[in-house]
């Protein structure tokens, strides 16, 4: 009878999210909105700052997402965090202080930042270790510049996680996951979450 009650309850009971659902779904919001990629250097309002929705590059989807998912701000969260450890984060730039126009929008500093968050993951080419809602940066081959995208919902035919990321020519969900090395694996779990509201 407890096996019965169990079993109904099972059915009656919807499925819950899984944690990264809803930041997935926020890039994926974003194919269609953003289509244009557009790396200029813009000065930006603060804390909040954005270009226009339309335009951006691959960190843009993941900044987006992470404000209309959970309300994370990385423009305030990473110039909060290289205030405080500006050291621990790369001297590619040449800057001897923060630029809050900028630092959040770049791979190597949003990397450090989930490094640093506790977000990290190993790196794998199973396709069964990406859930949704999951942050990979790359370099990209040929070039070696870096890039970052997330996890979306579905999977290509294959089984590979498709990727929500802005490569050139606007948002968009795309089978890209094993296209070029992989520098980073990310999950925001809660823990991470509180680390990145604290700063």
Not at 160 to 183: C, K, S, Y
């Amino acid at each position: 009878m407890m096996r019965l009650a169990a079993l109904l309850l099972a059915f009656a009971t919807p499925a819950q999210a899984a944690p990264g659902d809803d930041l997935a779904a926020a890039a994926q919001a974003q194919v269609g909105v953003t289509t244009l990629y557009d790396p200029a250097y813009v000065g930006l309002a603060f804390p909040g700052g954005d270009l226009p929705r339309e335009r951006g590059v691959c960190t843009d989807v993941v900044i987006r997402a992470l404000r209309d998912a959970w309300g994370l701000d990385l423009q305030a969260i990473t110039n909060a965090d290289m205030k405080a450890r500006f050291s621990a984060y790369p001297p590619l730039w040449g800057l001897a202080t923060p630029d809050r126009n900028i630092d959040h929008r770049r791979v190597p500093n949003l990397e450090t930042l989930f490094t640093r968050a506790g977000a990290a993951l190993p790196l794998t080419s199973d396709p069964a270790a990406f859930a949704p809602g999951d942050i990979v940066s790359f370099r990209l081959t040929g070039t070696n510049l870096p890039h970052i995208g997330i996890i979306a919902s579905g999977s290509a035919p294959d089984g590979t996680p498709l990727v929500t990321h802005n490569i050139g020519a606007g948002a968009r969900t795309e089978n890209m996951l094993f296209d070029h090395p992989m520098q980073g694996h990310f999950r925001l779990t809660e823990a991470a979450r509180a680390w990145l509201a604290a700063r």
